[in-house]
């Protein structure tokens, strides 16, 4: 069995702090997760979340696209790079 995670996993963690990421550091955020996680626990969610909140990575979210995530489950993703 593997565990998988992808960047819309990443894109979906950093809506819920209210931030969006490009695919770019989205991408990053998996690839320093994978090099530095614990092995004997994983990647928890909780993870992800902390290491975008300690990066300070993207940008925050408009109230419409707050809205949009909450009521419709509608990703927003960083298409320009900050």
């Known amino acids: 069995m ?7 996993d990443v894109h979906t963690a950093a809506n819920e702090l209210e931030v969006a990421l490009t ?6 955020v998996l690839q ?3 090099h ?3 092995k004997q626990c994983g990647i928890r969610w909780e993870d992800l979340t902390c290491y975008i909140e300690e990066s300070v990575m993207g940008r925050k ?7 949009r995530f909450v009521g419709k ?7 320009k790079r900050q």
């Open 2 to 8: 593997a565990l998988v995670w992808s960047v819309q």
């Open 61 to 67: 979210l408009t109230q419409a696209e707050l809205n």
């Open 23 to 28: 695919n770019q550091e989205a991408i990053t």
């Open 36 to 38: 530095h996680h614990n």
């Open 32 to 34: 320093e997760l994978h």
């Open 73 to 79: 489950n509608i990703l927003t993703i960083n298409r």
